[in-house]
């Protein structure tokens, strides 16, 4: 499946008419990620969304106190690095290739731009990312209540 088709099958991009898909579509790149591969880290600056085509990333937190947590994993038709679509200055966890792979990656700055100059196609990208986004949270909530319960099981015994 070629990048153009892909994209046209995103949820992100449902509702959408056609002419503005054809004008975001163009500001996509495509990238070929390798496995073991750090596509960002957290702190680093939130320049670019991604939309996994193929393979697997792990989206990683690392606390003040504690080594990374994985609190989410991304495969093919997923959504992450959304810092850059929300104009954040950097990316709150880290993105780390576990299964070769190929995303389709657009600047931040393009997609606000569209936003501002397209209000009806920006409601309806933020619109699709809010749902991306809350289902990342409720999934990332229960995945770090699950690693407490596992943390904590040892002590709950002695």
Sequence with gaps: MDATTFLETMPFFQGLPAAD?????????VEDHAAGEVIFQQGDAADRLYLLASGRVEIRFKPDDGEPLTVSVIESGGIFGWSAALGRRSYTSGAFCTEAGRSLSIRGLDLRRIYEEHPATG????????E??????TSTHAHVLELLRQGVSPLAGG
Excluded at 21 to 29: M, N, P, Y
Excluded at 123 to 130: F, G, M, N
Excluded at 132 to 137: D, M, Y
Aim: proline share 0%.
């Design 21 to 29: 898909r054809a004008r975001i579509l163009k500001r996509f790149q």
């Design 123 to 130: 409601v309806i990208l933020l619109e699709s990312l809010a």
């Design 132 to 137: 991306v986004i809350a289902l990342r949270l």
